[in-house]
């Protein structure tokens, strides 16, 4: 039987640090507060586009799985903060990569995207419709936080990861899945302003319009229920138990959403990955690369029981139960980089600074 099976996996964070230390001069915030309320140290600011970060996730992926980037026939990035609404960050990564072969579009579920994007190239690949996709998630929502709210400035963080899905043979790939939405409360969880929607008029009067505003416990208490829900279904329709489970993979937004969604689902906390700390929420990226981290660590085997959950603003929330396949090593590496910076942190984010009023506190 056809299936569809992730072949290659590679993360992409940029190196410029923003400690919980840095945020004390930036915010009225702690350390403390940050670690014990989110289990965040640090998280990554970008000095390139968002394409950039994409790409070399996707080459990185390409290269694990050893597929040339002209046998990719689709390139997905899920993400909401493409360098441009149009055209698509994909459009970008496809002529970055030398896809020459491939359609490229956006896909946008906020931090639940990468699930989303997953579940339709599976989906695509599966039933014959392409043989080979290259799924990225990539976000740098650091571009629209305004670092003068502490409720949403220690939060987020850039990055990008991404997979390769292809056909195969193997009886391995996604076993159940589920998606969902509540656009009823879309207000607790968005970036007004970042759109259409806006007059030209609202924009010139209020600099404030495209940041990200959050009621952070309503998201929360969500988040843990649609996680816990949805994980709960896959886990069900799989056919597999808890103690089946060999390793869950969650989007990574606070590390207290994390713990109390296994507490949910009664799975012992050494199943779980988490990586927070390193990273913030990376939006679409926490899961492909906290695959990649669990695949290098040697977390994942052959035949690894995986369960992916993320939630995200719409509302949107995903789960995936995935057997992984029988190859949990890459095929082969690459020793590209992203161009070295010698900005400092507080460089990159001075244009960030003057457009919303944020900056080190005198
Ligand atoms: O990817 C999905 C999207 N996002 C999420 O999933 C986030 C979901 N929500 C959360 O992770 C948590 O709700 C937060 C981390 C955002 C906030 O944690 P909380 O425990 O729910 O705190 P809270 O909003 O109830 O605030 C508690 C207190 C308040 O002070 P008072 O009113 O008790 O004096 C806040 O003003 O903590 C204060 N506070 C802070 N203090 C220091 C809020 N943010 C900060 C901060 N530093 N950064």
Redesign the pocket.
């Known amino acids: 039987m056809r299936n569809a099976l992730i072949t290659g996996w590679g993360k992409c964070l940029p190196p410029t640090l923003l400690t919980n230390h840095d945020l004390e001069s930036i915010?009225?915030?702690?350390d403390e507060?940050?670690t014990t309320?989110?289990g965040i140290k640090e998280r990554r600011i970008s000095h390139v586009p968002l394409s950039d970060l994409a790409a070399l996730a996707g080459k990185r992926a390409l290269a694990a799985a050893g597929v040339e980037p002209e046998d990719v026939d689709l390139v997905m990035v899920a993400t909401c903060t493409p360098d441009t609404l149009m055209p698509s960050a994909a459009g970008m990564v496809q002529n970055k990569l030398g896809a020459t072969s491939a359609g490229a579009f956006d896909q946008n579920a906020a931090?639940s995207g990468f699930l989303y994007s997953l579940i339709s190239a599976s989906g695509m690949v599966a039933s014959g419709v392409i043989d080979t996709a290259l799924v990225i998630g990539a976000d740098v929502l650091t571009h629209l936080l305004d670092f003068s709210d502490?409720?949403t400035?220690?939060?987020f963080g850039d990055g990008a990861g991404a997979v390769v899905v292809q056909a195969t043979d193997e009886d391995a790939g996604i076993i159940a899945s589920r998606m969902g939405s509540d656009g009823s409360v879309a207000e607790i969880?968005w970036a007004e302003g970042s759109g259409s929607a806006t007059g030209y008029k609202e924009v010139e009067r209020n600099h404030q319009l495209a940041a990200i505003s959050?009621n952070?416990?309503e998201?929360?208490k969500r988040?843990v229920k649609a996680m816990g829900d949805a994980s709960s279904a896959v886990i069900e329709e799989a056919g597999w138990s808890v103690d089946d489970i060999d390793l869950l993979v969650p989007?990574q937004?606070?590390v207290?959403?994390i713990d109390a969604t296994a507490r949910r689902l009664k799975l012992d906390s050494s199943k779980v990955f988490v990586n927070i700390a390193s990273y913030g929420?990376t939006?679409a990226a926490t899961i492909p690369i906290a695959l990649t981290e669990a695949l290098e660590n040697g977390r994942v085997q052959p035949g690894s029981k995986l369960v992916f959950a993320a939630?995200?603003?719409g509302l949107s929330w995903a789960a995936v139960a995935l057997k992984f396949g029988s190859r949990v090593t890459p095929i082969s590496e690459i020793d590209e980089e992203l161009p070295p910076t010698d900005a400092t942190v507080l460089d990159l984010l001075a244009d960030n600074f003057a457009y919303f009023g944020g900056g080190p506190r005198g």
């Open positions: 915010v009225d915030t702690d507060w940050i309320r989110t931090c502490r409720s400035a220690v939060l969880l959050m952070g416990p998201v929360f988040a989007h937004a606070n207290r959403i929420n939006s939630f995200g603003a």
